[in-house]
């Protein structure tokens, strides 16, 4: 099964990740996607799938080895990094769309967008999943926003993503 098959049998079932559609839409304006937190590959199978229409290419970093077919690894679309997201070297560079869907812990997420969100470039976004149903995630958000003069909107749903535009001038770091 190639990976535009593979994303569409997971647009039927989309278990937790609602927003399958939505973020292959975003997906679509990025050449350059980096996820934290690859699990069974929902957001992965969206990201790759526009990845192949617009010639990009997907990063991913999980702390677990994910539950995904193996050809995705020769597809030449993605990098997969195993190890903790917080001690594994920096993947180069800017990224259009971050994705994080890993702890759901205020602490660890909070770190995340710190260690991760200056890779975001200018116009960029930023997601997050599970904003309704793990209130760290939610929290991360509401504290690490401000102090930046940023702000975040959330889709809604039963499990929730919230999104960060990324200004024209960098996060830095």
């Not at 200056?118 to 116009?123: A, F, R, S, W």
Request: charged letters at 20%; one cysteine or more; aromatic letters at 8%.
């Amino acid at each position: 099964m190639g990976i535009a098959e593979d994303y569409a049998d997971r647009i039927r079932a989309p278990g937790d990740m609602e927003h399958i559609t939505r973020l292959h839409a975003v997906a679509l304006r990025y050449r350059r996607i980096l996820e934290l937190g690859v699990r069974s590959g929902m957001s992965t199978a969206a990201f790759l799938a526009a990845a192949q229409a617009s010639g990009g290419h997907v990063c991913s970093i999980d702390i677990e080895p994910p539950r995904v077919p193996a050809s995705w690894q020769d597809s030449g679309l993605w990098t997969f990094t195993l190890g903790d997201d917080m001690t594994v070297p920096l993947p180069p560079g800017p990224f259009g769309l971050l994705f994080i869907d890993t702890s759901h812990s205020f602490e660890h997420t909070a770190a995340e967008l710190d260690r991760f969100a200056p890779l975001v470039e200018p116009g960029g976004r930023i997601l997050l999943h599970d904003t309704a149903c793990f209130p760290g995630v939610r929290a991360a958000l509401e504290s690490w926003c401000p102090p930046r003069g940023l702000r975040w909107d959330e889709w809604g749903g039963e499990f929730g993503m919230g999104e960060i535009a990324v200004p024209g001038a960098s996060l830095g770091a």
